[in-house]
């Protein structure tokens, strides 16, 4: 019997630990961990390498054809054959990611790629609009949400691990912008999807979101961890 494909979608805002979590579930699960937010800061980071502007569509839209971003087991993301992992997470791709992700003919590119990968094996995918847009039909939606001032203190620390040099001043104010922006745009806005589950994490450690995703996953598709 062929082994069922399951797609699972976490939303949420930046730094509100998606990500961490994602990762986490997918490797509890054995399923495939989707890092949607690096795939538009690895193209961000195309962007200002090649001189251009990221505020400016008609810029930007130039290097979709061509563009090709690969995220390796490892964590690591190839942008057209060079390995950026670090660079996509510096303040001048975090000050301008939205602004990219906002420009539709960039979405849809990356979309068809995140779907295609989605079609192939069990996934696990966090973005901004997992359930409402790239996978509508996805069997299990979690919108993680968590105070400005928490998601700033865990980005700030995440950016000290890395060895980013950041006020958490600085942090704060990204994070803000990047609400508005996310919500605001007019195409695929930052919203939960009607049948999201809410998760507020402002109050749990890593551990607790993880096993409150993870009752979520099981109640609805009647998976468990692979412990």
């Given at each position: ?16 630990g ?62 057209n054959?060079?390995d ?22 960039i ?74 922006i ?46």
């Amino acid at each position: 019997m062929e082994e069922k494909i399951i797609s699972v979608a976490i939303d949420g805002p930046a730094a509100a630990g998606k990500s961490t979590v994602a990762k986490r579930v997918a490797k509890l699960l054995g399923f495939t961990y989707i890092d949607t937010g690096a795939m538009y800061r690895a193209f961000t980071y195309a962007v200002i390498k090649k001189g251009l502007d990221p505020k400016v569509e008609s810029q930007a839209i130039t290097l979709i054809e061509g563009m090709t971003i690969e995220l390796e087991d490892d964590g690591r993301v190839i942008c057209n054959g060079e390995d950026v992992s670090k660079p996509i997470r510096e303040p001048l791709v975090s000050g301008n990611v939205s602004y990219i992700a906002a420009m539709k003919p960039i979405r849809l590119a990356l979309v068809e790629m995140q779907r295609a990968m989605a079609n192939k094996k069990s996934v696990v995918m966090d973005g901004r609009d997992i359930g409402t847009y790239v996978l509508p039909d996805a069997n299990v939606k979690i919108f993680q949400i968590a105070s400005v001032e928490t998601r700033a203190i865990r980005r700030y620390e995440e950016n000290l691990s890395k060895g980013i040099n950041t006020s958490l001043e600085e942090v704060e104010e990204d994070v803000r912008k990047r609400d508005y922006i996310d919500s605001h745009r007019d195409f695929a806005p930052l919203k939960p999807a009607s049948d999201s589950v809410l998760i507020d994490t402002s109050y749990m450690d890593i551990d607790q979101v993880v096993d409150a995703v993870l009752k979520v996953i099981k109640d609805k598709t009647g998976v468990e961890a692979c412990h």
